[in-house]
């Protein structure tokens, strides 16, 4: 244990953490954190239509859905290039490169066929099952730009310096949409069709077990190695923006929910994420009533952040992070709990959901309610909490051994 521990922390994690700085994936990483705003505008509305089923008297908030969650992927276009730009250190396109993808996203998404003069059916496109295509539109554009960018062109010339910033932004936007042109209008290659094509499998994967276990623990792995699990939205967002918006659609069409994985039922319902990722609630309890001093000290700090359902406190301040001890149970709970949500929501024991709720922060059981419109959530939960519990329960004693041992040293 102890040399897969040092292999680890001096030279996975390092490793990790390089790659993960560099200019690309940290651009990817950033772009996921900058769309959150607009998911949770998205998510705000859901939750008041809660109550607008019970008060119909209550106004219509739908257009600010359908303008900002609603397009979300014409954000994610704009958002990738603008990051993209910004990371590799091309200040001067981090505005034209984005609009430059939201162009060629236009382009891309719009309607053929029978549906050719449809709005709706372009504002479909342009929703949450397209933020694949916005994202590769993105880092398309991106591509372009910065290798134009590299090459500095006229940069010592005698032309006045905005003559040369027009010509450097026109050629990379010429380039970028005429390629795109060709392949459209010219080629009549669906973009769109192709891009979803190639994620569906991708997606198709993550609406199982196997593929559930694995959105839960591989970000949960990095994460205790104090990775930052934002890289992986890159994957993940696609997978579960694609399957509640599926789940939403089927509802309204009168038929069921089917997709499980869902960021509604990864964090919302705090199931998988109780306490926050690794399922650290069981954890912050156990502190809370530990011998050790420092450990009890602790563990009652964190109690407030921890119910709702943010770790970092504990993650760091127990040091869960590069500690053998706590690493393995909180990898343990990752497979744990994606299979336990599994098995309630396929064999009709718990709602799955089929609204776009994501706030993940009201406190659990009653966010796990809220989001599956299920009572039963409140037994399941709270047999889930005595199962993580009895999980960290052997790690958490072994752990708080050594801390009594460390503070006896300190006192004599």
């Known amino acids: 244990m102890k040399n897969i521990m040092k292999w680890l922390s001096e030279s996975f994690a390092p490793t990790m953490n390089k790659l993960f700085s560099k200019p690309w994936p940290s651009a990817i990483s950033s772009c996921m954190q900058k ?7 998205g998510s705000l509305i859901y939750f008041y239509n809660v109550f607008v ?8 908030l ?19 290039a603008n990051q993209c730009m910004e990371k590799l250190n091309h200040p001067a396109y981090v505005i034209n490169a984005g609009i430059t993808s939201i162009g060629i996203l236009l382009m891309v998404a719009m309607p053929v066929g029978e549906s050719a003069d449809s709005i709706s059916a372009l504002l479909s496109n342009l929703g949450p099952s397209g933020i694949a295509v916005g994202m590769v539109v993105g880092l398309y554009v991106a591509v372009i730009f ?36 060709i392949l459209v209008h010219v080629l009549h290659i669906n973009l769109y069709n192709a891009i979803i094509s190639v994620f569906m499998p991708i997606a198709n994967i993550g609406q199982t077990l196997p593929g559930f276990i694995l959105c839960c ?17 890159a994957v993940t967002t696609p997978i579960f923006m694609a399957g509640i918006q599926a789940n939403i659609d089927a509802v309204a069409a009168g038929g069921i929910a089917t997709n499980i994985v869902t960021s509604e039922s990864t964090f919302t319902l705090a199931f998988v994420t109780m306490g926050g990722m690794c399922a650290t609630l069981g954890l912050n309890v156990l502190m809370c009533f530990s011998k050790s001093k420092q450990l009890k000290t602790l563990g009652r700090i964190f109690i407030a952040p921890s119910i709702f359902n943010i770790n970092e406190p504990v993650m760091y301040g127990a040091s869960v992070v590069f500690n053998p001890l706590l690493m393995l149970p909180a990898w343990i709970n990752s497979v744990v709990g994606p299979v336990y949500v599994w098995i309630l929501m396929s064999t009709g024991l718990l709602n799955i959901p089929s609204k776009m709720i ?7 059981p009653i966010c796990s309610v809220m989001v599956t419109e299920d009572i039963r959530a409140l037994l399941w939960w709270a047999i889930l ?18 801390k009594l041992e460390e503070e006896a040293v300190a006192e004599a």
């Open 358 to 364: 994501q706030v993940g922060q009201i406190p659990a």
């Open 53 to 60: 089923s019970f008060i119909p008297a209550l106004p219509d």
């Open 217 to 233: 623990l591989v970000p949960a792995f990095f994460y205790t190695m104090g990775i930052s699990s934002w890289m992986f939205g």
């Open 385 to 402: 909490f005595v199962i993580y519990l009895a999980i960290w329960y052997p790690f958490f004693k072994a752990y708080e051994k050594q």
């Open 35 to 41: 769309i959150i705003p607009f998911i949770l505008t």
């Open 146 to 181: 910065h290798n134009w960018g590299k090459l500095r062109f006229l940069q010592d010339s005698s032309i006045p310096d905005f003559v040369t910033a027009w010509i450097n932004t026109i050629v990379p936007n010429v380039v970028s949409l005429g390629i795109a042109m």
């Open 62 to 80: 739908s257009p600010i859905l359908n303008y900002s969650f609603g397009v979300i992927t014409l954000i994610v276009a704009f958002m990738m």
